[in-house]
């Protein structure tokens, strides 16, 4: 399954970006989606997750200034993300997986399929 990330870019402090990720070959109404992020020098974390069922996880440090929606119209999950810091500069990347089981939405090795990521940067 291909996966396409986008809406990446150059943002100062305090901006918003909103990310989108998407499929030309699979809906993704029947996928769990990931959002994920990794920093230089660091490992792939998570950022947030919604499931098949429509719930919604996010981690902490992106708690509030975050929100995710599935745009079925566009077949897009995207990530909408507000009050920008430099702490969240990194490369952003969508995965979904459509038997994964919800205890395991955090983790990425779960995920079969994952797009290109797109860069983030957030300037101080």
């Known amino acids: 399954v291909q996966l396409q990330a986008s809406g990446g870019g150059l943002v100062q402090t305090g901006g918003s970006l909103r990310l989108s990720c998407t499929s030309p070959e699979v809906s993704l109404d029947y996928y769990a989606i990931g959002w994920f992020r990794q920093a230089p020098g660091q490992g792939r974390e998570l950022v947030a997750t919604?499931?098949?069922?429509?719930?919604?996880n996010y981690a902490d440090s992106v708690k509030g200034r975050v929100a995710l929606y599935r745009v079925n119209a566009k077949n897009t999950v995207d990530l909408q993300m507000n009050s920008l810091k430099p702490d969240d500069t990194a490369v952003y990347y969508c995965?979904?997986?459509?038997?994964?089981?919800?205890?395991?939405?955090?983790?990425?090795?779960?995920?079969?399929?994952w797009g290109q990521g797109t860069l983030v940067t957030v300037s101080s």
């Open positions: 995965a979904a997986d459509r038997s994964i089981i919800s205890g395991q939405l955090t983790t990425p090795r779960a995920y079969d399929h």
């Open positions: 919604v499931h098949k069922s429509g719930t919604t």
